[in-house]
């Protein structure tokens, strides 16, 4: 069969309620609006983790944190895992990612061929979490308010670099690809470190939201005594009592975040131009790892299950899918079944250990077999968090909270928690139910612990005497490249050039 193209549009951090049928009609996004418009739109996608290295190692693998051991932002991602870039490879493609995935060990590809960044995060232990000493601030890794109080305008900052050369080698490589030195069906992954705080932008996206309407929060902050005991933790995880936070800074940072979906709006438009302009034909999907609450409830970040920080956007363009919405829960799990179908790729040897399910059913109108699941385990928990979404009911369960129960038809906004309403309770014994059948709470715990445990302990002897990093190192080979005497340049120059003869 002829398997076709995939490219894959990653963004970090984009709040999915930003992205109801595509971009909001207030964002300045045309590029992903013309991409939204050919694309099936899935409206309420779901990360697996709301956080980075978790939530990714879900989305590569289609396996929940509790089967992948990715647990937090510093938990190894074994190599024995299998992941899109592991199927797609061994079915004939060439794989290959620009840009951030987080991963975590000396695996530093995990099935992709080749890599041409570094990673914008580091790759060891040291952001381990650490239940054995609850409520303990990381200060020097941990999130705290100063993204927000110091958002506004730079030319440059670590992000934008990062961005800048991630989507500079995502165009080479689409050049590279066009010019047909290599026969294989592609999988490209570009994944962008943007709208992830902190809330800074380049001054020509700024001043596209001067007049927003969007710049204080549907959901204004509340008392510190009125929030949940897992948003307590994260209040006190971030630093909140060093911090005066104002609407001025709030308005600031918000700004800040919608001018950095522009900018990526800009960078994914230069891609799928040159896909265009190379005359290359692909399966396109879009999607973000998990959210970001920017000052919601007066939350920020990500690490809650609410729409802001766990909803993701999530567009596929493919043939044989038809443009749309679908309102039917998803999750980020099902992008490897789902491209495994696209590229008619077999997944029964591994199917019993996934969690995610093909979005092509859904897309269809079949519908899912079961709910959407979620898990939190790292910084700012002191226990595992799950979440099961299901129709318009939203369930979390931890041993140390209170249940949450969300009806999200006539409550989106996740005002009124319903676990005490003896009108829902047959609802909420049906998904306690299903999250017991699910997760045995008390063993997650456990498997958690000793993760941290041990993962302690290897970091501390890793940073004495000689230290070997796992970051990636990319390397180019300069012999290799342009004109060098070994070369044939009459053939070079013929075969580096698209189109031939034009």
């Known amino acids: 069969m002829t398997r076709p193209n995939i490219l894959i549009l990653m963004v970090d951090q984009l709040n999915g309620t930003l992205f109801p049928d595509g971009p909001a009609d207030w964002l300045h996004a045309p590029n992903l609006r013309a ?25 590569m693998s289609g396996q929940l944190p509790s089967r992948t051991g990715v647990y937090d932002n510093a938990a190894e991602f074994r190599s024995d895992i299998p992941t899109y870039a592991h199927h797609l490879r061994r079915a004939g493609y060439y794989t290959c990612l620009s840009g951030k995935m987080h991963f975590v060990g000396p695996d530093q590809l995990h099935g992709f ?12 232990f040291g952001w381990t979490p650490d239940y054995r000493k609850p409520g303990e601030r990381i200060d020097w890794w941990y999130h705290n308010m100063g993204s927000v109080t110091g958002a506004g305008v730079a030319e440059i900052t670590n992000q934008m670099e990062y961005d800048d050369e991630v989507g500079f080698h995502a165009c080479q490589k689409l050049y590279d690809l066009a010019r047909g030195t290599d026969g294989r069906p592609w999988a490209l992954t570009v994944s962008f470190t943007h709208p992830h705080d902190p809330y800074v932008a380049r001054r020509r996206y700024w001043d596209l939201y001067a007049d927003c ?12 005594e009125d929030h949940d005991p897992h948003s307590r933790r994260l209040f006190d995880a971030n630093d909140w009592r060093s911090y005066d936070i104002t609407e001025d800074d709030i308005a600031r940072a918000r700004r800040a975040y919608f001018a950095n979906i522009s900018y990526l709006d800009d960078k994914i438009g230069e891609i799928l131009r040159v896909l265009e302009n190379t005359r290359q034909e692909a399966i396109v999907l879009f999607l973000s790892d998990r959210g970001d609450m920017p000052g919601e409830r007066g939350l920020w970040f990500k690490m809650s299950f609410f729409e802001g920080s766990a909803r993701v956007p999530l567009m596929i363009s493919a043939p ?60 700012g928990s002191n ?58 709470l008390q ?9 941290q445990a041990r993962r302690w302990v290897v970091y501390e002897a890793l940073r004495q005497g000689g230290y070997y990093p796992w970051d990636f190192q990319p390397l180019r080979d300069a012999s290799e490249r342009y004109m060098c005497n070994h070369m044939d340049l009459n053939r070079l120059e013929e075969r580096q050039r698209f189109p031939r003869g034009e």
């Open 35 to 59: 991409l939204a418009e050919r694309s099936t739109r899935f409206a309420n996608a779901y990360t697996a983790s709301p956080l980075c290295a978790p939530g990714r190692a879900s989305f």
């Open 113 to 124: 061929e080749d890599r041409l960044t570094t990673d914008i995060y580091p790759a060891d």
């Open 213 to 224: 309407d969007h710049l204080q929060p549907e959901v204004p902050a509340m008392a510190y």
């Open 320 to 379: 044989g899918m038809a443009p749309g919405r679908i309102a039917a829960p998803v999750s980020t799990l099902d992008v490897t079944p789902t491209l495994c179908e696209l590229a008619g790729i077999d997944l029964s040897e591994v199917a019993p250990w996934t969690d995610g399910e093909s979005l092509l059913p859904t897309a269809a109108g079949t519908g899912r077999t079961g709910p959407v699941a979620m898990e939190y385990a790292a910084e």
């Open 383 to 440: 226990a595992p968090l799950v979440t099961l979404r299901e129709g318009r009911w939203k369930y979390t369960r931890c041993t140390l909270d209170p249940e949450q129960l969300f009806d999200l038809d006539t409550d989106p906004q996740e005002r009124t928690n319903l676990a005490a309403d003896p009108a829902h309770a047959e609802t909420l014994a049906r998904l306690r139910e299903a999250a017991t059948r699910r997760w045995d």
């Open 443 to 451: 063993r997650f715990d456990a498997e958690v612990r000793a993760s």
